[in-house]
């Protein structure tokens, strides 16, 4: 048993790094600390701890200590360590390789250009770099098309007598029969190292006066070239990229979800948004996005052979901000800006990241084969006989009993059923009465389904504790529906995702399962559709209301005596203050009418 009190006693507050052994010596956790003693002491205090963390504590042994001479160095040596021995509680990058670059070659009567990943040892020069193989590909096909710039190795290239196919479709120059002479291909090649630096603009113009120097030459052939090359450029800068903004910048969104994290990078060069990266890291303790970004960015950028470029925007605050940025200006040996707050395009970048994080997260969770394995968790966990085929599960929305609504969502074995999703406003109860909204609601929906108008699910997820479980157990009963589970979705004392309380209707019991098993991500992933959609359901129901005349649904009050009184009283809230007398002297409006108009928007008197 660790003894945290003698260790702790005795704990320097310098800044530093701690690793966390287990009784066999092996590394469960490496971290950095501002102040090592304020640090290492939080995960032993009485309260407060995660059930993540406390799992993790459980586990020490041992704690090792490094002391460094500033924060920064000891996030810089935190990364290097994580790297070398890949602790199971760290946040963990599956793919830590270098960006991949086109290389264009030097010193050579007719250079090549290739893809290129790792160490530049080869004389030349390097363009990127990319986020992915593909962003490569696309690119160097675009080069092929305009600039018929050669790819081939040196074997091949060294060994033709007669051009490649390359060559008969218009994508390569043959140089390697010399097709072209040396001062043509170096000048394509020129205006290929032109387009990678963004200077497209300048490209055009150059051809544009070569095209007219052609054509007084009367050299038309050579001036329908450089026509084509003009219109491919144009065509490349139409279908490219999204622009906006200037300068050079990765935007880093992340979103958290029940059972998943993705973190998304927007590459940003010259202005343009050139490619993307989504990737899911593995996290363990860090569970907020403003944790998983620190790690993240530290973890992407120190110690590695990626491009730090002269700004990087995240979409939330970070705790250490300043150190890490100035980290990553150690290691880019110039200024970085690492920032959350930005306006115009950089805004739109920000929010585009964002988003592309949550839809990553939402495929990623979505995959069949994900969803698949979660339910074979939840067959293993709730005992069950079969594998289940069908969930529903209800939420009830409202604002203060105002417009309330509530959903119904379906799942099956590839996921959310939408088309099966259905919504209730809910009517004639006291309002606030969220027992009332979902005996109603559950009554509605399975009542349909008694007529033939639906499907039974196996398994029904209530949002809610014993009393909304039971409704459902009364609505079923009452309906003689047999065959179907019931479980509740109780928030927990925590009120927060990986701590719900299942109440199974069956046995009464009260269920915690651990916050990483698969059975509860479905089900949390479920709960949060129905309360997704019951939210959407009920705002537009509020919002519809809210946009109605209150004197819209008076007896005896159409179109044409609304626009009467509102003419007369030049709005909805004069008519409210006028009385009885005052409302008469509109034309058409006789006195019972005025009273039984009054009594409408009086309904207390």
């Known amino acids: 048993m660790f003894d945290s009190k003698a260790f702790l006693a005795h704990l320097t507050q310098r800044p530093g790094v701690y690793q966390m052994r287990d009784a066999q010596g092996e590394l469960l956790y490496i971290g950095k600390a501002k102040n090592l003693k304020k640090r290492v002491s939080s995960y032993f205090r009485a309260s407060g701890l995660s059930t993540k963390t406390q799992?993790?504590?459980?586990?020490?042994?041992?704690?090792?200590?490094?002391?460094?001479?500033?924060e920064t160095e000891a996030l810089l040596l935190e990364q290097t360590l994580i790297k070398e021995n890949r602790p199971p509680y760290n946040i963990l990058l599956r793919d830590d390789k270098s960006y991949p670059y086109i290389f264009v070659s030097e010193n050579e009567a007719y250079p090549v250009l290739t893809f290129h990943r790792g160490a530049k040892r080869k004389k030349g020069k390097y363009f990127g770099p990319f986020p992915s193989r593909n962003a490569v590909t696309d690119s160097l096909n675009?080069?092929?098309?305009v600039f018929k710039i050669r790819q081939c190795d040196e074997s091949f290239f060294r060994n033709r007598s007669r051009p490649c196919l390359q060559y008969q479709i218009k994508r390569c120059s043959a140089p390697c029969v010399e097709a072209i002479s040396t001062?043509?291909?170096?000048?394509?090649?020129?205006?290929?190292?032109?387009?990678?630096?963004?200077?497209?603009?300048?490209?055009?113009?150059?051809?544009?006066?070569?095209?007219?120097?052609?054509?007084?030459?009367?050299?038309?052939?050579?001036?329908a070239d450089y026509r084509d090359q003009i219109q491919s450029l144009q065509l490349v800068q139409e279908q490219q990229y999204v622009t906006g903004g200037q300068g050079d910048a990765d935007v880093i969104g992340c979103a958290v979800m029940p059972g998943g994290v993705c973190v998304h990078v927007l590459f940003v060069r010259g202005g343009r948004v050139v490619g993307s990266k989504a990737v899911h890291p593995r996290v363990s303790i860090e569970d907020t996005a403003e944790t998983i970004l620190s790690a993240f960015i530290a973890q992407w950028y120190i110690g590695s052979a990626r491009e730090i470029p002269a700004a990087i925007i995240v979409t939330h605050e970070l705790d250490d901000n300043a150190c890490i940025e100035e980290a990553l200006q150690q290691q880019r040996g110039k200024r970085v800006n690492l920032t959350h707050r930005v306006k115009g395009e950089r805004s739109g970048w920000q929010k585009l990241a964002q988003t592309n994080a949550e839809q990553h997260l939402a495929s990623h969770l979505a995959s069949k084969k994900n969803i698949y394995q979660r339910y074979l968790a939840m067959q293993e966990v709730f005992s069950l006989d079969a594998v289940p085929k069908r969930l529903e599960c209800f939420d009830i929305s409202h604002s203060s009993g105002e417009a309330t609504v509530a959903s119904c969502v379906v799942f099956d074995r590839d996921g959310p059923l939408k088309k099966?999703?259905?919504?209730?406003?809910?009517?004639?109860?006291?309002?606030?009465?969220?027992?009332?909204?979902?005996?109603?609601?559950?009554m509605r929906r399975y009542t349909r389904i008694k007529k033939g108008e639906g499907v039974l699910p196996d398994i029904l997820l209530i949002d809610g504790g014993k009393g909304q479980v039971s409704q459902a157990i009364d609505v079923l009963r009452e309906l003689q529906i047999n065959d179907v589970q019931i479980i509740g979705v109780a928030k927990g004392s925590t009120r927060k995702a990986g701590f719900e309380t299942l109440v199974m209707a069956e046995t009464g019991d009260e269920v915690t399962l651990a916050s990483d098993s698969p059975a509860l991500h479905l089900i949390q992933h479920v709960r949060d559709e129905a309360h997704r959609f019951a939210i959407a359901g009920h705002r537009a129901r509020r919002g519809k209301a809210r946009k109605q005349s209150r004197l819209e649904g008076i007896p005896g009050v159409g179109p044409k005596r609304r626009r009467e009184l509102l003419k007369h009283f030049g709005g909805v809230p004069a008519v409210e203050s006028a009385s009885v007398e005052e409302i008469a002297k509109v034309t058409s409006i006789s006195r019972t009418l005025a009273e039984e108009i009054y009594a409408a928007l009086h309904p207390e008197v």
């Open 55 to 70: 799992a993790l504590v459980r586990h020490i042994a041992d704690i090792d200590i490094t002391v460094t001479h500033s």
């Open 142 to 145: 675009i080069l092929q098309k």
């Open 183 to 223: 001062q043509d291909y170096a000048e394509d090649v020129r205006h290929a190292t032109m387009f990678l630096e963004g200077k497209s603009h300048t490209i055009m113009k150059e051809l544009a006066e070569q095209m007219e120097s052609a054509s007084g030459r009367l050299d038309f052939e050579r001036a």
């Open 420 to 442: 099966d999703y259905r919504r209730f406003n809910i009517e004639d109860i006291t309002p606030g009465d969220d027992y009332a909204a979902m005996h109603q609601a559950l």
